[in-house]
């Protein structure tokens, strides 16, 4: 009897890792459509709350400004109090507002929800990778972290192409109602599946200090980038709110060192794999979540196709994503995942050279998709052995804080490229157009209008490859010892 039952609780133990990680994508399917779908319909919700560039730009990025502040904040927590009372408490908030969004009555009430939104999905995002960590064994981890990595961002490449049909054959608000049934499984499926963690220690205080800082300074740099795209570089206001943001930065470095429990372990930078492989997530996702974005927008605004033909342009990203992530999580157990991941950035920076050659002449659209498949291959190979490294590079007593680093890396990359790109697309134009052009008025502009709307674009796409060169030289200049000791 007593062999029996361990034979059991030994096959439960086997399938607990693959079930968590069937419950956890569904959080990240609903995280990836969120995400993206938007960038597609945002003209459509532009044009029905009649917002002006700036509240059309704050629609995108006060999710990303929220999500990106918590990270770090939910990571702690993680640390302090466990991960599945603060995974499934997400899922929940999540849920509640994605169906609010769905019914603002005005863009103040949708920028309002679009915050507490994210705090929904700070949490949830911030908990996955620990939570896979935990449960999987050394040996499978790459690949979990792979299955993870592959469903998360193919989720959010497809979710333009989702996005506009749903945009187009049902309205807007059904972008937002598309991750509720998700969600609803994930939390249902979480509450049955998912184990209490381990207790950890909880006498670490809240960095509070840390958390205003991180705040106001990006939410000062987004700001600051949001009205120079609107009133221009000289003025006034901009030039004020970057310079907060450069203070708030200083400040808090200083504090960091100081405090007794920081909100950013500083130490874990010590570690030059950790550090390079960080600063390579946050190049790497500047340049590739903004190409997204401004293929979405240019083939709208450009080009003249619909939503739901511009969500199919950038579909081949999603293909490449989802062709290259199972094939990364195998490479990374056959060879060094240095030498894997260069490769994947190599890839990335020949495709947005593809890219970028639709937007300065015009090639043909075939190219834009081959590009684009591409750069989903490339970021795929890069990111799963990347993570793998991240994860098992730091103790196991920091894990959370380390991958609330990497998290928020994703995050503040999405955020600080959206916002500069936002900025740069209607950067030449006179100020009475660029609100016509978020509304989808973009057709109405004259020949010269639009070869400085053009123009905004082009500049947009050269900084994105110029990020992406970055993040290459970032990864090679780790010592060169380090990939013998990567597992």
């Given at each position: 009897?007593?062999?029996?039952?361990?034979?059991?609780?030994?096959?439960?133990?086997?399938?607990y890792?693959?079930?968590?990680?069937?419950?956890?994508?569904?959080?990240?399917?609903?995280?990836?459509?969120?995400?993206?779908?938007?960038?597609?319909?945002?003209?459509?919700?532009?044009?029905?709350?009649?917002?002006?560039?700036?509240?059309?730009?704050?629609?995108?990025?006060?999710?990303?400004?929220t999500?990106?502040?918590?990270?770090l904040?939910?990571?702690?927590?993680?640390?302090?109090?466990?991960?599945r009372?603060?995974?499934?408490?997400?899922v929940?908030?999540?849920?509640?507002?994605?169906?609010?969004?769905?019914?603002?009555?005005?863009?103040?009430v949708?920028l309002?929800?679009?915050?507490?939104?994210?705090?929904?999905?700070?949490?949830?995002?911030t908990?996955?990778?620990?939570?896979?960590?935990?449960?999987?064994?050394?040996?499978?981890?790459?690949?979990?972290?792979?299955?993870?990595?592959?469903?998360?961002?193919?989720?959010?490449?497809?979710?333009?192409?989702?996005?506009?049909?749903?945009?187009?054959q049902?309205?807007?608000?059904?972008?937002?109602?598309?991750?509720?049934?998700?969600?609803?499984?994930?939390?249902?499926?979480?509450?049955?599946?998912?184990?209490?963690?381990?207790?950890?220690?909880?006498?670490?205080?809240?960095?509070?200090?840390?958390?205003?800082?991180?705040?106001?300074?990006?939410?000062?740099?987004?700001?600051?980038?949001?009205?120079?795209?609107?009133?221009?570089?000289?003025?006034?206001?901009?030039?004020?709110?970057?310079?907060a943001?450069?203070?708030?930065?200083?400040?808090?470095?200083?504090?960091e060192?100081?405090?007794?429990?920081?909100?950013?372990?500083?130490?874990?930078?010590?570690?030059?794999?950790?550090?390079?492989?960080?600063?390579?997530v946050?190049?790497?996702?500047?340049?590739?979540?903004?190409?997204v974005?401004?293929?979405?927008?240019?083939?709208?605004?450009?080009?003249?196709?619909?939503?739901?033909?511009?969500?199919?342009?950038?579909?081949?990203?999603?293909?490449?994503t989802?062709?290259?992530?199972?094939?990364?999580?195998?490479?990374?157990?056959?060879?060094?995942?240095?030498?894997?991941?260069?490769?994947?950035?190599?890839?990335?920076c020949?495709?947005?050279?593809?890219?970028?050659?639709?937007?300065?002449?015009?090639?043909?659209?075939?190219?834009l998709?081959?590009?684009?498949?591409?750069?989903?291959?490339?970021?795929?190979?890069?990111?799963?052995?990347?993570?793998?490294?991240?994860?098992?590079?730091?103790?196991?007593?920091?894990?959370?804080?380390?991958?609330?680093?990497?998290t928020?890396?994703l995050?503040v990359?999405?955020?600080?490229?959206?916002?500069?790109?936002?900025?740069?697309?209607?950067?030449?134009?006179?100020?009475?157009?660029?609100?016509?052009?978020?509304?989808?008025?973009?057709q109405?502009?004259?020949?010269?209008?639009?070869?400085?709307?053009?123009?905004?674009?082009?500049?947009?796409?050269?900084?994105?490859?110029?990020?992406?060169?970055?993040?290459?030289?970032?990864?090679?200049?780790?010592k060169?010892?380090?990939?013998?000791?990567?597992?």
């Amino acid at each position: 009897m007593d062999d029996i039952t361990a034979t059991e609780l030994s096959k439960k133990d086997a399938r607990y890792p693959w079930l968590l990680l069937v419950i956890t994508s569904f959080g990240a399917i609903s995280n990836g459509l969120s995400m993206s779908a938007l960038n597609i319909a945002l003209p459509s919700v532009s044009a029905h709350f009649q917002a002006s560039a700036v509240q059309t730009s704050w629609i995108l990025l006060s999710y990303l400004l929220t999500t990106a502040v918590l990270i770090l904040f939910f990571g702690r927590m993680s640390d302090m109090f466990g991960l599945r009372k603060l995974y499934l408490t997400g899922v929940a908030i999540y849920a509640v507002t994605s169906l609010l969004c769905g019914f603002a009555p005005n863009v103040v009430v949708l920028l309002v929800l679009r915050v507490f939104q994210a705090v929904g999905a700070a949490s949830v995002v911030t908990n996955t990778t620990p939570l896979i960590t935990e449960a999987f064994p050394r040996a499978r981890l790459g690949q979990a972290l792979g299955a993870n990595t592959f469903i998360l961002s193919v989720s959010q490449l497809v979710g333009p192409a989702i996005g506009g049909y749903v945009t187009v054959q049902l309205g807007w608000q059904y972008v937002f109602w598309l991750n509720i049934p998700f969600l609803l499984i994930c939390l249902i499926g979480g509450l049955v599946i998912i184990r209490p963690s381990p207790k950890k220690d909880r006498k670490e205080r809240f960095d509070t200090l840390g958390n205003l800082t991180v705040l106001f300074g990006l939410g000062s740099l987004v700001l600051g980038l949001s009205i120079i795209g609107e009133a221009g570089l000289r003025s006034l206001p901009a030039l004020l709110a970057l310079a907060a943001f450069v203070v708030f930065f200083v400040f808090f470095l200083r504090h960091e060192r100081r405090v007794e429990h920081p909100m950013i372990d500083l130490s874990l930078f010590k570690n030059r794999r950790y550090s390079m492989a960080i600063l390579a997530v946050y190049l790497n996702t500047c340049a590739q979540a903004a190409v997204v974005l401004l293929i979405s927008l240019h083939t709208q605004y450009v080009s003249h196709m619909d939503a739901q033909m511009a969500g199919l342009i950038v579909l081949p990203v999603a293909v490449g994503t989802a062709t290259a992530a199972p094939v990364a999580g195998m490479l990374t157990r056959r060879f060094r995942p240095m030498r894997v991941s260069t490769f994947g950035l190599a890839l990335a920076c020949v495709s947005m050279l593809v890219i970028i050659s639709y937007a300065f002449f015009s090639i043909p659209v075939f190219w834009l998709v081959l590009g684009g498949f591409a750069m989903g291959v490339g970021d795929a190979i890069f990111r799963v052995p990347n993570t793998t490294t991240i994860m098992l590079t730091v103790p196991d007593n920091r894990k959370g804080v380390a991958n609330g680093i990497r998290t928020m890396s994703l995050y503040v990359g999405r955020l600080t490229s959206t916002a500069v790109s936002m900025m740069l697309i209607t950067a030449f134009l006179p100020g009475d157009l660029k609100n016509a052009v978020f509304r989808g008025q973009a057709q109405e502009l004259s020949g010269s209008e639009m070869a400085l709307f053009s123009n905004g674009f082009q500049l947009a796409f050269i900084i994105m490859l110029v990020l992406c060169l970055g993040a290459l030289f970032a990864y090679l200049s780790r010592k060169k010892d380090s990939s013998k000791n990567e597992g």
